[in-house]
């Protein structure tokens, strides 16, 4: 097996060259527009910032306002590019950080064109301890590499908790359960409540999905659908977050406006969690 269970507390430290992050200066005073006690948590896989219909485009600018307009504290990006050549060479999640002034941790899945290709985090708040945790995959699988990308976030309470983002084998179910037990004991481990967003490739009543909701609790009660983006018809894109008692799913959105539709192959889900004292 490619990178082994029992290899798991191995892959959790931190390697350079693999990830990047930005703060801003006034971090530490960073505001949301939502009450300290509650915060606005988004998954969002962005398709590179190339819209679906125009092959040969890339609109980082209808993906920052997308997340502009949903108020969202903390999001997790999927497939995003850095410095790779189809995305004109941009550090896309760095662009959308400053488009957004927001702070920013990328992680890198694999090399990609010349830079790379992976997921991010962006949030309002300070973060801090940034982990990239290579997932594990069959050896007789040819598939894409994973990871999962974790930071400490220190909410306007001063309570720490972590955020983390993946995006998970897309064509093997064997994959992504050894990826879900990857995922739970890393929450197992930790020392504060974790929320976790990302295209996992499963849908809610998948295996790989039951077995995360063993530790995990899934922030949505609606399961509407996140893609395709026009009359989308299966959830693939999850919030989830442990443990139970630490947050209160208060509401929660599949964005479908026109800008979100066209912006790319996913659509956008937001909830807003209630923090636990």
């Known amino acids: 097996m ?10 959790m430290i931190f390697q350079l060259g693999f990830s990047s992050c930005g703060q801003k200066a006034n971090s530490s005073n960073s505001t949301s527009k939502n009450t300290p006690e509650s915060i606005r948590v988004m998954t969002y896989n962005v398709h590179h910032a190339n ?11 209808a993906i920052a306002q997308v997340i502009r307009e949903s108020k969202a504290d903390l999001v997790a990006v999927q497939e995003l590019d850095s410095v790779a050549k189809r995305s004109l ?8 950080a400053q488009k957004l002034d927001m702070n920013y941790h990328y992680f890198s899945a694999i090399p990609f064109q010349g830079g790379a290709y992976g997921v991010g985090i962006l949030s309002r708040f300070p973060i801090s301890s940034p982990q990239r945790i290579a997932l594990p995959e069959y050896e007789d699988k040819d598939v894409e590499d994973r990871v999962l990308g974790v930071v400490s976030v220190k909410l306007p309470n001063q309570k720490s908790i972590y955020f983390a983002c993946t995006h998970w084998d897309v064509v093997h179910e064997e994959n992504r359960l050894l990826q879900a037990e990857s995922t739970i004991q890393l929450a197992e481990q930790l020392d504060a409540p974790i929320i976790i967003g990302g295209d996992f490739n499963a849908r809610t009543d998948s295996k790989p999905m039951k077995m995360l909701r063993q530790v995990f609790t899934d922030a949505s009660k609606e399961f509407a659908p996140t893609i395709p983006t026009i009359n989308p018809n299966r ?19 599949v964005i479908e406006d ?16 209630q923090v636990a004292n």
Request: glycine share 0%.
């Open 2 to 11: 490619k990178n082994s269970i029992y290899l798991f507390s191995l892959l």
């Open 51 to 61: 819209p679906p219909e125009e092959d040969d485009v890339i609109d980082l600018d």
């Open 89 to 96: 060479n941009v550090f896309q999640l760095e662009s959308l």
């Open 235 to 253: 959830k693939i894109d999850h919030i989830l977050y442990a443990p139970e008692k630490a947050f209160q799913l208060k509401t929660e959105e």
């Open 258 to 273: 026109e800008l979100a539709q066209k912006a790319s192959d996913h659509l956008p889900f937001i909830v807003e969690l």
